[in-house]
């Protein structure tokens, strides 16, 4: 099978993955019997291209290196938006990464369910959809014979649905805690070193690692979403995003931070889910005090970390980069690989 693959948004995630494809596209057709070429972008900001035939990602890479916009690329179709571009081109894969309203989940919601509905397969990295409407999209996509892939959601590259879902598969797991948002951690990490947390916070703004309004992190929002995910998806949860308590790190001052350690403990922003006796599972957003001796308060800076524990197996701790350019774009291609694998085998 030949993928024929439409970027939906071409922003630092999409730019990761191109970026991978560009270097390794030989190397995945032996290794995987992957086979592919990117048939269209479609981005708000950069612009549209459509070539049945396949783009040059390289020269489209330099072009948005050079002039940030893809327009003066020399072949195809110009100017077709994300939908047409969903619903006209001959791509039998959406990639779908485009900036998304997480309390809404569009324009990423429609883009999926378009995608979905027009019996595409669709890998992304959007929160927004799947933490608002995970098994509505599941049923949508098995209603049409198609594949969703959505590893990326939680801890970017580094594989905590897949870890849950397949390697620890049978293991009993009760319950998940971690890590799961870099920004919050490394500011606490600066503030132990004894920055306050408005220093920490615009060091962390000056690094990339925070936004300029930087609540959706702070105030735990991000974590939020990222632990609904996991809850619905590894745990069989039927959690809304604002369901869960949640409550970020602005309260903790240095003086919190130097007391706990005196006591042997280090704050962590903790996003927890837990399978009560009865089946139901409660999820959670909280700054926590970690003893010092467990492995996720050893977790410092913009590393994000994640703790099963299950019942045949005790406590698997997963610990990797939350985002990033490159981890992200190899978040998109596990998932892609896997499709490959799934329908190879088909």
């Known amino acids: 099978m030949e993928f024929k693959i439409a970027f939906i948004g071409f922003g630092v995630v999409g730019q990761g993955l191109a970026e991978i494809f560009v270097e390794q596209e030989a190397f995945l057709k032996e290794k995987y019997n992957f ?31 050079s002039t940030g916009k893809i327009d003066s690329y020399q072949e195809g179709i110009k100017g077709w938006d994300s939908l047409k571009t969903i619903t006209d081109t001959n791509a039998n894969l959406i990639l779908e990464v485009a900036w998304t309203d997480l309390k809404t989940g569009e324009p990423a ?26 098994r509505e999209l599941l049923e949508i996509a098995k209603e049409n014979n198609v594949e969703m892939r959505y590893e990326g959601t939680v801890l970017s590259g580094t594989p905590a649905l897949n870890l849950g879902l397949y390697n620890l598969a049978g293991s009993g797991i009760t319950e998940a805690r971690g890590i799961v948002n870099g920004t919050t951690n490394y500011i606490l990490t600066e503030m132990e070193k004894g920055l306050s947390y408005e220093d920490a916070l615009k060091q962390a703004q000056e690094l990339g690692y925070a936004e300029a309004d930087p609540t959706a992190d702070v105030e735990g929002y991000d ?27 602005t309260k903790i001052t240095a003086e919190d931070i130097v007391k706990a350690k005196d006591e042997g403990f280090r704050w962590k922003l903790i996003a927890g889910a837990e399978i009560k006796d009865d089946g139901s599972v409660e999820a959670y957003v909280k700054p926590e005090k970690i003893p ?33 350019r490159a981890p992200t774009g190899f978040a998109l291609l596990t998932d892609i690989l896997d499709i490959n694998r799934l329908l190879s085998k088909s």
Do not use: Q, R, W
């Not at 086979?35 to 948005?64: C, P, Q, R």
């Not at 977790?299 to 990033?324: F, H, R, S």
């Open 35 to 65: 086979n592919f070429k990117v048939v269209a972008i479609s981005d708000t900001v950069k612009g549209s291209v459509y070539d049945e035939n396949g783009l040059d990602l390289k020269n489209l890479l330099e072009l948005v290196k």
């Open 109 to 134: 919601m429609t883009h999926v369910k378009t995608a979905l509905k027009n019996k595409k397969h669709v890998v992304m990295t959007n929160k927004g959809p799947i933490a608002l409407a995970v």
């Open 292 to 324: 010092l001796d467990h492995p996720l308060a050893n977790i410092m800076g913009p590393t994000n970390a994640l703790t099963y524990t299950t019942k045949y197996l005790g406590d698997v701790t997963i610990v990797g980069p939350g985002a990033g």
């Open 223 to 249: 974590a939020l979403g990222k632990i609904v995910i996991l809850a619905n998806t590894v745990m069989g949860a039927s959690l809304h995003k604002d369901e869960p308590p949640c409550e970020g790190i």
